[in-house]
């Protein structure tokens, strides 16, 4: 079944128009030219190196330097990078610094947003033909991306409002919990 006849007409809010931005300044156009590695090294004011801490930015003047846990596996990995990757374009300052929990849970919503619109884009999402079983569709969207099927679950639940594992489909129509 193709989505673009099941996923419903959505805006695009100014964190997918930034993903979608930076994916037509690299020319990708299919999943599997979404190199994030590439892409954050075209940023010539940020570097990135796989180390055995925790993933995290660091923040000096008007550079990054990106840390990412070299003990995830190569998905984890690829998610991890578009995440702080994205904490460098949208914010400004050291976490470390605020002490209020709303706001980092803000900024890392914000985030974690972005990289599932750069890593999983809509447009792309939509050109897919996918048995519809909730299951199978997300292990072949999962691996269609090169994302987990944790990350391909939160990406898709941002299309559809609902966890997807609440969703049924009847006669190819989707039934389920929908947000208005």
């Not at 020319?27 to 030219?33: G, L, M, T, V």
């Not at 706001?103 to 750069?118: C, G, I, P, T, V």
């Not at 898709?156 to 989707?174: P, T």
């Amino acid at each position: 079944m193709q989505l673009v006849n099941l996923i419903p007409d959505q805006h695009v809010n100014f964190l997918e128009d930034k993903a979608n931005e930076i994916l037509k300044n690299h020319s990708i156009s299919k999943p599997w030219e979404i190199d994030i590695e590439k892409i954050v090294q075209s940023y010539k004011n940020i570097k990135f190196f796989y180390m055995n801490y925790d993933s995290k930015t660091i923040l000096k003047r008007n550079r990054a330097i990106i840390l990412i846990d070299n003990k995830l596996s190569y998905k984890e990995k690829r998610e991890q990078l578009a995440e702080e990757f994205s904490h460098v374009l949208l914010h400004l300052g050291n976490q470390i610094n605020y002490c209020n929990s709303l706001y980092l849970d803000k900024q890392e919503n914000q985030a974690k947003r972005m990289s599932a619109y750069l890593l999983c884009p809509l447009s792309m999402i939509k050109e897919l033909s996918v048995d519809m079983d909730a299951y199978t569709m997300i292990d072949e969207m999962a691996e269609m991306f090169d994302v987990t099927n944790e990350f391909m679950k939160y990406r898709l639940s941002l299309i559809f409002g609902v966890d997807i594992n609440y969703m049924a489909k009847i006669d190819n129509e989707l039934y389920g919990y929908f947000s208005i």
